[in-house]
């Protein structure tokens, strides 16, 4: 059966115009490709201050050839972490180490924005002194959790209160404005993947019954609070988001007949504020869509004549994907993330149609070099 949005066909060959090496123009960000480095969480800041280090700096630097780098999820306050070792963005400290990333980028000739990342329910009380993890409402996602001690179980959260809902709005507040005494680009708002303000977005994780729960105006209302409060701090030209529309049956929360409407209130509340960027990513896999009400076969394709700004498509794309979707006006630039892991060199590997070095999982989050500073270039 036919879904509501249609479908898209990439098709099995493409001539190589290399749209994807051409320039953009991102809001306020001139970007001199359309290969976007996707954020990955890396698990790199060992150190008591979680604040970001000079290996750091090296790694970005080394993938500075992209368009535009989306940086690793970036904790705007210690309530907000949901795993170890991520970098923050609330102290001196770390304004500090990531002035380290940013200079390095800059000078290789790239841009980088900071994702800012609150992770709400998805957390641990090991993070958090014993106490439960934050999130809308009391309901326990019922998840398992990467941590040094191995993958515990998620615990019921502490329901938040009208108070520290607008404590965190001022954390995302400062989170901007450090961003840029960082010398950030912009930054990118993590409003996906199961995190707080996918959490605020989902009848099934927020079932509040004030201003923040019930109608999809006031379950958005968390992100409207926080957009006003960036642009109080920062040029919203400089300003993107993510969103995920299809993750099914991921980190607690079940693709359902609200889903969409409710993502498409996100983005028209979004059109308003003259943002750079829409960041979506497309299912992984036919497993993610399984079962799922009006099955969404391309999330690019639905939301395209809806957002007034551009788009950032990812979703475990190739060149010749990318190409596709790019020649198919379905977006602006293409995210990649696992091939910017192992492939520092990845802008002039497509624009040489070179093969693609494989990543190491097994390095992707255990720290130090390995796996992280040492996939050897083209050049090498």
Same mark, same amino acid.
């Given at each position: 059966?036919?879904?509501?949005?249609?479908?898209?066909?990439?098709?099995?060959?493409i001539?190589?115009?290399?749209?994807?090496?051409?320039?953009?123009?991102?809001?306020?960000?001139?970007l001199?490709?359309r290969?976007?480095?996707?954020?990955?969480?890396?698990?790199?800041c060992?150190?008591?201050?979680?604040?970001?280090?000079?290996?750091?700096?090296?790694?970005?630097?080394?993938?500075?050839?992209?368009?535009?780098i989306?940086?690793?999820?970036?904790?705007?306050?210690?309530?907000?972490r949901?795993?170890?070792?991520?970098?923050?963005?609330?102290?001196?400290?770390?304004v500090?180490?990531?002035?380290?990333?940013?200079?390095?980028?800059?000078?290789?000739?790239?841009?980088?924005?900071?994702?800012l990342?609150?992770?709400?329910?998805?957390?641990l009380?090991?993070f958090?002194?014993?106490?439960?993890?934050v999130?809308?409402?009391?309901?326990?996602?019922?998840w398992?959790?990467?941590?040094?001690?191995?993958?515990?179980?998620?615990?019921?959260?502490?329901?938040? !209160?009208?108070?520290? #809902?607008?404590?965190?709005?001022? &954390?995302?507040?400062? =989170?901007? @404005?450090?961003?840029? $005494?960082?010398?950030?680009?912009?930054?990118?708002?993590?409003?996906?993947?199961?995190?707080?303000f996918h959490?605020?977005?989902?009848?099934?994780?927020?079932?509040?019954?004030d201003?923040?729960?019930?109608?999809?105006?006031?379950?958005?209302?968390?992100?409207?609070?926080?957009?006003?409060?960036?642009g109080?701090?920062?040029?919203?030209?400089?300003?993107?988001?993510?969103?995920?529309?299809?993750?099914?049956?991921?980190?607690?929360?079940?693709?359902d007949?609200?889903?969409?409407p409710?993502?498409?209130?996100?983005?028209?509340?979004?059109?308003?504020?003259?943002l750079?960027?829409?960041?979506?990513?497309?299912p992984?896999?036919?497993?993610q869509?399984?079962?799922?009400?009006?099955?969404?076969?391309?999330?690019?394709?639905h939301?395209?004549?809806?957002? !007034?700004?551009?788009? #950032?498509?990812?979703?475990?794309? &190739?060149?010749?994907? =990318?190409? @596709?979707?790019?020649? $198919?006006?379905?977006?602006?630039?293409?995210?990649?993330?696992?091939?910017?892991?192992?492939?520092?060199?990845?802008?002039?590997?497509?624009?040489?149609?070179?093969?693609?070095?494989?990543?190491d999982?097994?390095?992707?989050?255990?720290?130090?070099?390995?796996?992280?500073?040492?996939?050897?270039?083209?050049?090498?």
């Amino acid at each position: 059966q036919a879904s509501r949005m249609g479908s898209f066909q990439a098709p099995l060959f493409i001539a190589m115009t290399q749209e994807l090496l051409t320039p953009f123009r991102l809001g306020a960000l001139d970007l001199r490709n359309r290969v976007v480095m996707a954020p990955l969480t890396r698990c790199r800041c060992d150190n008591p201050g979680y604040v970001p280090t000079e290996m750091m700096a090296r790694y970005y630097a080394q993938r500075a050839s992209a368009g535009l780098i989306i940086s690793e999820g970036t904790i705007v306050s210690p309530q907000a972490r949901g795993y170890p070792f991520t970098p923050g963005i609330w102290s001196a400290e770390q304004v500090a180490g990531w002035r380290l990333v940013t200079d390095a980028v800059h000078e290789k000739g790239g841009l980088i924005v900071c994702q800012l990342w609150h992770c709400g329910r998805l957390s641990l009380p090991e993070f958090h002194d014993g106490q439960p993890p934050v999130a809308p409402s009391a309901v326990n996602p019922n998840w398992k959790m990467f941590s040094t001690t191995g993958h515990p179980e998620t615990v019921t959260p502490h329901a938040l !209160t009208r108070d520290e #809902i607008k404590a965190i709005v001022g &954390d995302f507040r400062r =989170g901007a @404005a450090n961003a840029m $005494a960082a010398g950030f680009d912009g930054i990118e708002i993590h409003s996906s993947n199961g995190y707080l303000f996918h959490q605020f977005f989902s009848h099934q994780s927020n079932q509040r019954d004030d201003e923040y729960g019930g109608s999809h105006e006031n379950r958005a209302r968390f992100f409207r609070e926080v957009l006003d409060a960036v642009g109080e701090v920062m040029p919203l030209d400089r300003v993107g988001f993510r969103l995920n529309p299809m993750l099914n049956h991921f980190h607690g929360i079940t693709v359902d007949e609200d889903t969409v409407p409710m993502w498409e209130h996100v983005v028209r509340i979004a059109n308003g504020y003259g943002l750079a960027y829409l960041h979506l990513t497309e299912p992984l896999s036919p497993k993610q869509v399984a079962n799922t009400p009006g099955t969404l076969l391309d999330v690019g394709a639905h939301f395209r004549p809806i957002a !007034t700004m551009p788009i #950032i498509s990812n979703g475990a794309l &190739d060149q010749a994907k =990318g190409e @596709a979707r790019l020649a $198919a006006n379905l977006c602006d630039a293409v995210a990649y993330g696992m091939a910017w892991i192992a492939n520092p060199d990845l802008v002039e590997r497509f624009r040489r149609g070179a093969p693609l070095n494989e990543p190491d999982r097994d390095t992707f989050y255990q720290g130090g070099e390995k796996g992280y500073l040492d996939y050897p270039t083209l050049a090498a």
